[in-house]
């Protein structure tokens, strides 16, 4: 979907530094996410992508830095009480509860507002109605679900709370291509459906830029280039920071 380029961020790490002990992890990470923004966070390993995620959605606190929600300094606020803001996650590797149904796991993702089982439940019919294949296994155990059926889940499960910003955590890890190919087309489908702005953590930069407005590329904590991502796509630079260093 268009973005407004003069639109307030949603969310906004500013100058953000976290340490694990002694070791810095985050080195002043700035990044924005407007309202119905795609935003990639590229970068190899240990390059502070994760850290990145988690500091946005307050399971990490910076030493250094704020981070911002519509504008108002959340650095302190608890992860329940982001998620009370529009924020949700989307876990590395999915997690969804393999031992409880479909339909249970989307009522464990409206939790956070208490509100009435009727409420959730049309919510949930909602859902049912955007992701089919969610809804002809809904009695089934989330377990039994294909990785790709287990992440459409785990998506499902984050618009429970009708957040306004997903944060996305690799979400085409481990999945066949056929499925990472589904995965990105549902990103795609999610942002324009429901207007929703993403955050999306990814290892595999061309997947990554290919859906998204803006990228970002970590390398040992530091952003080292950022910009449209149609033009992070054919920047030579992106590449060689994977590889250790910067063009």
């Known amino acids: 979907m268009a973005v407004d380029e003069n639109a307030a961020p949603i969310l906004e790490l500013d100058g953000v530094s976290v340490y694990y002990g002694r070791s810095r992890a985050l080195d002043e990470v700035s990044i924005r996410v407007r309202p119905g923004e795609i935003v990639s966070l590229l970068g190899g390993n240990a390059s502070g992508k994760s850290t990145t995620m988690k ?33 949700a996650s989307v876990p590395e590797a999915r997690r969804v509860f393999p031992e409880m149904t479909v339909e249970e796991n989307l009522y464990v993702g409206g939790y956070v507002h ?49 957040p306004r910003l997903i944060c996305m955590d690799e ?24 207007g929703l702005a993403i955050l999306i953590v990814e290892q595999q930069a061309e997947l990554a830029l290919s859906i998204a407005h803006t990228g970002n590329v970590l390398v040992g904590g530091q952003i080292v280039l950022d910009g449209e991502a149609s033009d992070l796509l054919g920047n030579p630079a992106v590449r060689e920071a994977y590889l250790g260093k910067v063009a």
């Not at 979400?171 to 990105?184: A, I, K, N, Y």
């Open 55 to 87: 500091t946005a959605l307050g399971l990490l606190t910076p030493v250094t830095g704020r981070v911002l929600i519509d504008g108002e300094d959340a650095t302190a606020v608890a992860p329940a009480g982001r998620i009370k803001a529009g924020l």
């Open 171 to 194: 979400p085409t890890m481990g999945l066949s291509p056929l499925f990472v190919d589904r995965v990105l087309d549902e990103i795609v489908r999610l942002n324009e459906r429901f």
């Open 114 to 162: 208490r509100e009435r089982r009727s409420v959730l439940a049309d919510r949930a019919a909602e859902l049912f109605d955007h992701f089919p294949r969610l809804a002809e296994r809904r009695g089934q155990h989330a377990g039994t679900l294909s990785g790709g059926e287990q992440q459409m889940l785990a998506f499902a499960r984050a618009l429970m709370s009708r």
